[in-house]
């Protein structure tokens, strides 16, 4: 394939991603492969284990969004097991997964995303008084001043002098594509150091119900944490004020720093409203259910599937339904017992290690063979897009108020189409606007919460199908969780009391998958077709695309052998390959 774009890892993403574009002779690119390149086998270390600990196994998938494999893991043994959880442990639980959408939100778009659309070095070339002039047009927020902008601007030099970017290296700075303003890029440099500050008060919920962070503790039929206001090691009165404080922090930081950030970046990157797309095509398993965790008609986040960007038409997605909940391995590097051009219900699901590829290091992914450790999740055989923009366009076409007003916003003040939303551009704005709909509903959470308490209902754990005798030879159960990178489930088989068949279906196995047995891309590779790069060795405009998904391929590996001893690791670094 001539002129083939190789970018290997691509950076500020958790895990290791290769991306390859075609280039004609615009560099314009005409088709895109999307590898994941590393295999972890959780679901090989959990067969014959007890599931009411595969949660503590599956927590271990991610190290940046800690908490939702254990939701899905926990919710697909009660799902299995029919058990309810008390309203208390429910509410607990939407207000860590609320906290997890907010924390993680923020950390996207300022450490992971932000620096795509910001030049740091140019920032050193602002008028800290001009900065000052439009935080204060802005918003609110206390950090204003001209001397305040200009401490930062020392910051940033001083980095730069060093010579040692330190948490600023392997970006493309001095780029054609960056457009904003020097005093822009100070105002966004300076809330990205803010923002990694802000955390340690957005991490406090997921400390006090889980007990630490990251890795909150878990437990099937609720939450292991009792609610008793004169106990010193349960829920009481001071830990519900730190709270509720670490909720007006949170909400302060996203109405205050990081919507009107959104806004003031957006307006110089218009024509990616435009672009990034790929599909029209999104799933949504939903999210925030309410008295406890099973009516799906309750749920804030209805569970969805919208095709050909359909929003009149919602489909509710049944993840029992053998005949399209469906995984494809025909270019994976997995086989089948059926063939390989079988597509197989994650309950039937198989995790069978073959590595055909190459061996590395090699030049390109073989693509018309096998090429990624990421399977092909299909809906109905039809590629989807989850995350931010399929949870907001579920809200939007399911009537939530607060999301429609959201949007029209956002629509108003960038003077954009409503088509907009289908693209990098609205990628990313949805991520805003959901943060803002999750950090808004903890308060009333926190408030439905206390009024439980103060009726006394105080119960944060269901104990009735603990014990495995009372459990059915057999159960299958489904575990969802909205996962901020979007849709996540987790289908499980209880035989005799043991995992007999674990399966997790991740987000980024569906953005991120390759082609499947009808030859269909997967969601990154279908967004980046018709994208142009200004300078093909700095492929900054791929990097947009690609991380406005918010990809997630897992944590740098670790080899131990059988005595425990460290084989190595394997880090992470940048290649750019033109041919």
Not at 478 to 504: C, D, S, T
Request: contains cysteine; proline residues 6%.
């Amino acid at each position: 394939m001539a002129n083939r774009l190789v970018i290997d890892p691509i950076t500020r993403i958790e895990g290791h991603l290769r991306i390859e574009a075609a280039l004609d002779g615009n560099n314009k690119v005409t088709q895109a492969y999307s590898s994941g390149t590393m295999v972890r086998g959780i679901e090989i270390i959990l067969r014959g284990r007890d599931p009411r600990e595969a949660w503590a196994f599956t927590q271990r998938a991610c190290g940046v969004c800690t908490t939702v494999h254990s939701f899905a893991s926990i919710r697909s043994v009660e799902d299995a097991l029919g058990i309810k959880i008390p309203k208390a442990a429910n509410l607990i639980r939407n207000l860590m997964i609320a906290q997890q959408y907010v924390h993680d939100h923020v950390m996207h778009f300022y450490h992971l995303h932000a620096l795509d659309w910001v030049d740091v070095v140019s920032s050193l070339k602002a008028d800290p008084a001009q900065t000052s002039a439009i935080q204060q047009k802005i918003s609110t927020w206390a950090n204003s001043s001209p001397g305040y902008f200009a401490d930062v601007q020392k910051k940033v030099q001083a980095i730069v002098d060093s010579g040692q970017l330190s948490i600023f290296a392997n970006a493309y700075w001095g780029h054609p594509a960056y457009k904003l303003p020097p005093e822009v890029n100070l105002l966004a440099v300076a809330h990205y150091l803010e923002a990694l500050d802000w955390q340690k008060d957005a991490v406090k919920i997921h400390t006090i119900f889980g007990g630490k962070n990251p890795h909150p503790n878990f437990v099937v039929g609720g939450v292991p944490m009792p609610i008793d206001l004169n106990s010193d090691t349960a829920l009481n009165a001071n830990r519900l004020s730190i709270i509720s404080d670490s909720i007006d922090k949170m909400v302060a930081f996203v109405d205050q720093v990081y919507i009107p950030d959104l806004l003031a970046i957006a307006p110089y990157y218009l024509d990616y409203g435009g672009l990034g797309e790929g599909l029209g095509n999104f799933l949504t398993w939903g999210e925030f259910p309410g008295d406890d965790n099973s009516d799906i008609s309750k749920f804030l986040v209805p569970r969805a599937v919208i095709l050909n960007r359909d929003l009149s038409h919602i489909q509710v997605p049944d993840p029992r339904d053998f005949t399209r909940m469906q995984e494809f391995v025909a270019h994976s590097w997995y086989n089948y017992n059926e063939g390989d051009q079988a597509g197989l219900h994650p309950w039937k699901g198989e995790t069978n290690l073959n590595y055909t590829g190459p061996k590395p290091p090699y030049d390109y992914l073989t693509v018309d063979q096998k090429y990624s450790w990421l399977k092909a999740p299909r809906w109905a055989e039809t590629p989807m897009e989850v995350g931010p923009l399929a949870r907001v366009l579920a809200m939007y076409a399911g009537g939530n108020a607060e999301t429609k007003e959201l949007v029209d916003l956002v629509l108003k003040t960038l003077n954009v189409p409503i088509t907009a939303v289908f693209s990098t551009l609205g990628r990313t704005a949805a991520r805003a606007i959901e943060t803002k709909v999750f950090a808004d509903i903890m308060r009333t959470y926190y408030n439905d919460l206390v009024a439980e308490i103060k009726a006394g209902n105080t119960s944060t754990f269901n104990g009735d199908m603990w014990d495995p005798i009372t459990w059915p030879a057999r159960a299958e159960g489904f575990g969802y969780m909205e996962a901020p990178r979007g849709a996540l489930g987790h289908w499980i088989v209880i035989a005799n009391g043991k995992i007999e068949n674990y399966q997790m279906v991740v987000p980024t196995t569906w953005n991120g998958s390759p082609r499947d047995q009808k030859n269909q891309a997967g969601a990154y590779e279908a967004s980046l077709v018709g994208t142009t790069l200004a300078k093909p060795e700095w492929p900054l405009e791929i990097l947009r695309t690609i991380h406005s998904f918010d990809p997630c391929m897992a944590c740098a590996i670790h080899m131990v052998d059988a005595t425990g001893n460290d084989l190595g690791e394997v880090g992470t670094g940048l290649s750019v390959c033109v041919s």
